[in-house]
């Protein structure tokens, strides 16, 4: 006598059928799912992204301690952040009173390498740095004296950030 699993009765074979159906097509819909993830997880890996909704950054206080004379006695900085777009860089100029800042660049233009020179007053070549694509951001410590100064990109002649450093 053989064993039967399903039932013989006409409830019993749509009961099977059906139930054999939706856990198919279940089945299958995650797979497609699971397929389309790895997919766009795997593109977005391969391409830059270049963010269209990002808002002019604003001057912040930054906790970045900087040693003074003694050594115990830690100075709160303020910093300025400047992002470089693919249009260019935001924001566009700067004026702070004189002191130390931390000027902090945020590189969300897309380009694999950004070549940053700041040149103080009379065009004079104060600080070059290379961003590549793997670093996005570069913050440095600057104690400017008064006068104009301009952060530039050496390949991108038109994108700049005038810095405006006024007396105490």
């Keep these: 006598m053989k064993h039967r699993l399903r039932s013989t009765?006409?409830?019993g074979r749509q009961f099977w059928e059906h139930t054999s159906r939706k856990i198919v097509m279940v089945t299958l819909a995650a797979l497609i799912c699971g397929i389309g993830v790895f997919g766009v997880r795997?593109?977005?890996?391969?391409?830059?992204?270049?963010?269209?909704d990002v808002k002019a950054p604003s001057p912040?206080?930054?906790s970045e301690l900087l040693r003074s004379g003694s050594q115990t006695?830690?100075?709160r900085v303020e910093a300025e952040v400047i992002t470089i777009r693919p249009t260019g860089f935001a924001p566009e100029k700067i004026a702070r009173p004189?002191?130390?800042f931390l000027l902090a660049v945020e590189n969300r233009s897309g380009l694999r390498t950004i070549d940053l020179i700041l040149e103080g007053p009379g065009g004079k070549r104060l600080y070059t740095a290379g961003m590549p694509i793997a670093k996005h951001d570069l913050a440095r410590k600057f104690d400017l004296?008064?006068?104009a100064y301009v952060l530039r990109e050496a390949n991108h002649p038109a994108w700049h950030c005038t810095i405006t450093i006024e007396k105490k």
């Excluded at 795997?42 to 269209?52: G, Q």
């Design 9 to 11: 009765s006409r409830f």
């Design 42 to 52: 795997a593109y977005n890996k391969r391409s830059v992204r270049v963010p269209t």
């Design 60 to 62: 912040r206080l930054a």
């Design 73 to 75: 006695e830690p100075t």
């Design 98 to 100: 004189q002191g130390p």
């Design 145 to 147: 004296v008064p006068g």
